[in-house]
């Protein structure tokens, strides 16, 4: 067992409630270490000499004085609660009047909204098929890409 060790166990062992193995180790150290050993006779000088002293008595008006304080406590009580939550709650308050903020900001109730292709062909009772027929029909094959590119080049409005 190391000094440290021993140092921590010391004031336990003098009081008597230190299990019997530790009691054993410290022991040992201290039959091998001279600092531990007079620093275990100083302990036990100290504990025997407050062990004599009679208990101290309080001065006079001690209890009444801390039975008013601890009412005067028990009153104060219920508003240092209000106020510690009223703290805490002021972050989540302003977090939260962000957060709506921020979403009125960016919802935007424009009326109009664009047309998908196929809504704008049912809108004029036009035939799809009629439509993608020219793709197939065009005979030059470069035509036939572009065209199929600019096609799927158009933007879909985002429905959620």
Known sequence: ?????????????????????????VDDHIKLCSRCRKLRQEYRTITHSLRRQPDAEPLPHFWERLQSKLKDRERQEPEAIWLKWCLRAIPVSLI?????????????????????????????N?????????????????????????TGDEKVPDRR
Do not use: H, Y
């Open 1 to 25: 067992m190391r000094c440290r060790e021993v140092r921590k166990w010391l004031l336990r062992s003098l009081d008597g409630i230190l299990d019997p193995s530790r009691e054993k180790a």
């Open 96 to 124: 939260l009047i962000g957060f709506f903020i921020g979403a009125i900001a960016f919802w935007n109730p424009s009326g109009e909204e664009e047309m998908s292709q196929p809504e704008a062909l049912l809108l004029r």
């Open 126 to 150: 036009a035939n799809p098929i009629a439509e993608t027929k020219t793709f197939f029909e065009e005979e030059k094959l470069e035509n036939r890409n572009m065209m199929i590119i600019f």
